[in-house]
């Protein structure tokens, strides 16, 4: 057998650059980067010799480089993938949380953590965790519940079997998330004769499971004996590439479509059979057609409280479940009829089962209506109120009127992601990236920079309001230096707008949300200093006429622009959305909180 002598962290840096999906790309495209101790010496060396094949980028701080990353791959609907490496420490616990919001929204992501010694001589090593009863932890036992597959290299030839089983975790599209490789930095740097084999191209294919006879036969039975179904369509219409067959699906059958947020955009906003958002932050035309359905078909969801209006949305007292996904896990959910498969093998088949059975045509005055009232809440202030804060809805009305077929818009937190699901219009597929899996803070600029870097072609304008900005906006800086251009829109409302509303909602006295109901002074930050600093173009404007002017003269640069606005923190759409199970404390001496407990204990009653 032919060997080739290399160090552990040269024949990972190898084998990864051989692994191909089946579009003719390397799977990994590249490596997110921040050297210390824990990784300088082994992984730094090895990337620099294979940098032409696999390129090394350099982030700001780990965690945003592990969110621009998750973003790239949930671009391209997981057909491509980035790795992060970090040192041991706080670099390697600093990607945790990211590893969290991958493992949440099913989005693969390879972090290579440096670790502690394997042979123990320097023990206890720089910014090693000791366990006083555990010698064998180190913080990177952290990523073991947020990791689909965990692993820890303590010898260089663990990487044969390793490696291998990290990547069917990552392309599994039922397994796929994020993958934690611990690599002892002593490790690292050791020799071993590994077989040339080992590095030959590999191609991994997406897995398109067929259904199971049985639950294939009681998914149709199920559909053939409702009245009034509902598609919910989830990300998992997207991973799936099943956009079009979606589309199809329901105008052959005549079933009305209703978006998670991953699911926003799998119908262009306009198409007769979509109704619009659901849930939560919903519109009233799909809310008022889920309360109805007699059965509720999930097509790529994991049917999350949002979408479910924490499950008192399906009033239908006859209702039933039908859920169709990849992850048993899935759809087994809630008494689900279970259809485990490919979402685009799975709605071809039932299609083919059904035959021409068509079910009534959806109301389409319920449409109309809301977009109705949709359109009032985003359009532009008239001169009664022109010198009014505007107000996120009319902010959004701004972005969209600006944006092209070929626009990404962004966002993760705050207020935005409710009023962006009910608002914001999306033509095409993958016109519209929320993560509202995890809803991170911070994810936004970072995973702006991964969205722009997976369709470089794509204008990406990215929504953060200033608490997630302030959370984390170091990658700005990142942008700016590798000359991939985003378009940032911050909406400054002085503080956590949306925290502040649910606060006063369930009751609550304004407390420590806002800026000005905190115990510190009221600050004014510059966010276009500070975005300029980073060597972005920067501007604050007054009005909604000035944001779309900016927003033009934005689209036409080819360098990241901020486009900093004030905006009030207390208006919300009043039409669509639907309650959300947030526990509101059984007694207070706060007299307002009475009747909030009330209200919260008749909602819990129509839970099903």
């Not at 101790?37 to 094949?53: F, K, P, Q, S, T």
């Not at 294919?205 to 294939?216: G, I, L, N």
Request: glycine share 8%; with cysteine; charged share 20%.
């Amino acid at each position: 057998m032919k060997t080739i002598r290399m160090t552990a962290a040269q024949a990972m840096v190898r084998y990864l650059a051989a692994q191909m999906n089946e579009h003719g790309e390397t799977y990994i495209a590249g490596v997110w980067a921040i050297f210390g101790h824990g990784n300088v010496a082994g992984i730094g060396e090895a990337l620099y010799g294979i940098r032409e094949e696999l390129p090394t980028y350099r982030g700001q701080n780990e965690q945003s480089m592990a969110h621009a990353a998750i973003a790239y791959s949930k671009q391209l609907r997981r057909r491509r993938a980035m790795a992060v490496t970090s040192s041991i420490g706080p670099g390697a616990a600093n990607m945790v949380t990211a590893a969290a919001l991958a493992h949440v929204n099913r989005l693969p992501v390879l972090l290579i953590p440096g670790d502690v010694f394997a042979n123990r001589g320097p023990d206890p090593v720089l910014q090693q965790l000791e366990d006083f009863g555990d010698g064998t932890m180190t913080v990177n036992d952290c990523f073991r519940p947020v990791s689909r597959y965990f692993d820890r290299i303590m010898r260089p030839e663990q990487l044969l079997t390793a490696l291998p089983r990290a990547m069917r975790t990552m392309t599994d599209p039922a397994d796929c998330g994020p993958v934690t490789l611990a690599f002892c930095q002593d490790v690292q740097a050791e020799a071993y004769d590994y077989p040339a084999s080992f590095f030959e191209k590999r191609i991994w294919r997406q897995r398109r499971p067929e259904p199971d006879v049985v639950e294939f036969e009681a998914a149709v039975a199920a559909l053939k004996a409702a009245k009034n179904p509902v598609i919910v369509a989830g990300g998992g219409v997207h991973f799936a590439g099943a956009t079009e067959t979606l589309k199809n699906f329901a105008e052959k059958h005549s079933i009305p479509v209703v978006e998670t947020q991953a699911g926003k955009s799998a119908l262009a906003w306009d198409h007769d059979l979509n109704f619009g958002p659901v849930g939560v932050t919903g519109a009233e035309s799909a809310n008022i057609v889920s309360e109805k359905a007699d059965l509720v078909f999930g097509v790529g969801t994991r049917f999350q409280d949002f979408t479910t209006g924490s499950w008192a949305l399906f009033k239908n007292p006859d209702r039933k479940i039908l859920a169709l996904n990849v992850q048993p896990y899935d759809s087994a959910k809630h008494d689900a009829i279970s259809l485990t498969a490919d979402a685009k093998i799975g709605l071809e088949k039932l299609s083919s089962a059904l035959g021409s059975h068509r079910f009534a045509t959806p109301d389409a005055g319920l449409k109309a209506a809301w977009f109705k009232k949709a359109d009032a809440d985003t359009a532009a202030p008239g001169e009664d109120n022109a010198n009014s804060l505007p107000t996120d809805m009319q902010v959004i009305g701004a972005v969209q009127r600006q944006s092209r077929n070929n626009t990404v818009v962004m966002c993760a937190a705050g207020t935005m992601p409710g009023e962006l699901h009910q608002l914001w219009k999306s033509k095409l597929p993958l016109s519209y990236h929320m993560e509202y899996g995890f809803s991170c803070m911070g994810y936004e600029v970072a995973g702006g920079l991964g969205i722009k870097m997976a369709e470089p072609d794509r204008d990406v304008i990215v929504m953060v309001g200033d608490g997630s900005y302030m959370m984390m906006n170091s990658e700005l800086a990142t942008s700016v230096a590798m000359g991939v251009k985003i378009t940032l829109v911050i909406t400054d409302n002085r503080g956590y707008g949306c925290i502040n509303r649910l606060q006063m909602e369930t009751g609550g006295a304004e407390f420590n949300n806002l800026y000005a109901h905190t115990n510190v002074n009221p600050i004014a930050i510059d966010f276009v200093a500070h975005a300029g600093s980073m060597g972005a173009d920067a501007r604050k404007v007054s009005t909604i006429s000035e944001l779309e002017a900016a927003l033009a003269s934005a689209r036409a640069s080819t360098r990241t622009t901020v486009i900093v606005i004030d905006t009030d923190p207390y208006p919300t759409p009043q039409a669509g959305g639907h309650w959300w199970d947030v526990a509101v404390p059984e007694v207070s001496e706060r007299a307002e909180i009475g009747p909030a407990r009330a209200r919260y204990e008749n909602h819990l009653k129509e839970r099903q």
